[in-house]
């Protein structure tokens, strides 16, 4: 499964979509909007097998590795 972040803009989220993609965006179908990016790591963790696709320029830092 696909996990987008809130800030993918909808064009994009319904193109991905027309193509066949199970996708599911935080703030809309999991997770709650305004999330911080510190909550996503446990949203990650539950879905092991999702891939996160954000337009956060820092979101993956070495703070949040090794969690």
Do not use: A
């Not at 972040?5 to 935080?26: A, C, M, P, V, Y």
């Not at 097998?49 to 090794?66: E, H, M, Q």
Request: aromatic share 8%; glycine share 8%.
């Amino acid at each position: 499964m696909i996990i987008l972040d809130e800030n993918i803009i909808d064009s994009q989220r319904t193109q991905l979509i027309s193509w066949g993609f199970h996708i599911k965006q935080i703030g809309y179908e999991l997770g709650e909007r305004g999330v911080l990016d510190e909550s996503i790591i446990p949203l990650l963790e539950k879905n092991n097998d999702s891939i996160l696709f954000t337009r956060d320029k820092g979101f993956y830092t070495p703070k949040n590795i090794g969690r």
